[in-house]
């Protein structure tokens, strides 16, 4: 069995070189790592393709212009991730959802602010394989959402809504005006972060992009506008893939247009098809043996990162959920003069 297996490990690596030689890829030696977060110009209108099973932000409403000597509570909000459905269920996964609360003490009114995805989390991590196209189509988009009220029940009965700042009306005009940039360049949702290794120190590939890295760039942008935070312990959800260094495969054009690589668009789409949506029970069961053999088995991995592929060698232990502390931001300090 364990020749076998070695002999399977082989093959496995010998068709990578292949494509990576067809390619033209390489393990990037010298590229900046972690790959940056690529921003676009403008955020485009979604396709009609996707389609969320609850709908994105539905009392959404634009961020009130708030009067400069108005004394504002900044509220740290976190919560089981679909919490409203299975109440504490996931909490004690500690897959957490994070958002952000304000309390105007002028006008006594409370906002909430968070960013997700628009079409649910397995439709940012994974695409659909529609039979008319040849390249796998994405439903990643995520965004900002702003409402007036906080759910002080759903923070806090599972979750957690504590102060963390008071800021001026003048400093919430400024941030306000930062997330709508923030919302408009930073358009797509990426669920995994991809380390060569758990620990501190170890090399990291890719960065996440989601609900909780909006609360944390939110945070410091308030400290570079001057915001003093409290010592408050403050925990995030994060999702890792681990593997060794990962291989540039191409964009969809390169891959998947009339001059694109064909062996590498059919070992794509082979990898993503066992993660469509809508399964039976039988169909998961059968589908997840597909996934254990590909990625545990034969320790590969298609990660879509900036609209582009990448090839990930996975390395033990594969896959983790950590629930860890990232501290609040220091004020920064600013110099007369400079």
């Known amino acids: 069995m364990a020749g076998s297996r070695r002999g399977a490990a082989w093959h496995w690596a010998l068709a990578l070189l292949e494509l990576a ?55 740290r909000l976190q919560a089981p991730v679909w919490e409203f459905k299975y109440g504490d269920l996931l909490g004690h996964l500690k897959i957490m959802h994070d958002a952000i609360g304000f309390r105007s003490t002028l006008t006594g009114k409370n906002y ?10 397995g ?7 529609r039979p008319e196209m040849d390249a796998p189509f994405w439903c990643n988009q ?14 806090k009965e599972n979750g957690t809504l504590a102060l963390v700042a008071t800021i001026s009306g003048n400093t919430f005009n400024k941030m306000a005006k930062w997330v709508k940039q923030d919302n408009e360049t930073g358009i797509y949702y ?38 003093e935070f409290t010592k408050t312990e403050t925990n995030y959800t994060r999702i890792f893939l681990y593997s060794g260094e990962p291989t540039y495969l191409g964009n969809e054009t390169s891959i998947f247009g009339p001059k694109g ?9 082979k990898f993503y098809y066992p993660f469509k949506p809508h399964l039976s029970t039988k169909e998961f069961l059968l589908n997840f043996l597909e996934i254990f053999d590909s990625v545990i088995i034969h320790r590969h991995f298609y990660l879509f990162y900036n609209f582009e592929y990448w090839f990930l060698p ?10 860890e502390e990232i501290p609040l931001p220091t004020r920064q300090k600013t110099f007369p003069g400079l």
């Open 21 to 75: 030689v067809a390619l033209g890829a390489s393990p990037a030696s010298g590229r900046r790592w972690p790959v940056p977060y690529k921003r676009f110009s403008f955020r485009p209108e979604p396709d009609p393709y996707c389609q969320a099973k609850y709908t994105f932000c539905p009392t959404g409403s634009p961020i009130p212009v708030m009067k400069d000597n108005d004394i504002i509570e900044v509220l």
């Open 142 to 155: 995520g965004a900002a959402c702003f409402f007036e009220g906080i759910d002080d029940k759903h923070w």
């Open 123 to 129: 439709n940012c991590t994974f695409p659909h394989l």
């Open 261 to 269: 690589n064909k062996t590498l668009a059919l070992a794509i789409k």
């Open 190 to 227: 990426e669920t995994w972060t991809v380390q060569a290794s758990p620990g501190k120190g170890a090399e990291t590939w890719f960065e996440s992009y989601d609900c909780s890295k909006f609360v944390l760039r939110t945070y410091e942008k308030l400290a570079e506008f001057g915001t």
């Open 314 to 323: 996975m390395k033990f232990p594969f896959i983790k959920i950590t629930y």
């Open 112 to 121: 909430t602010m968070e960013w997700y995805e628009l079409f649910q989390l």
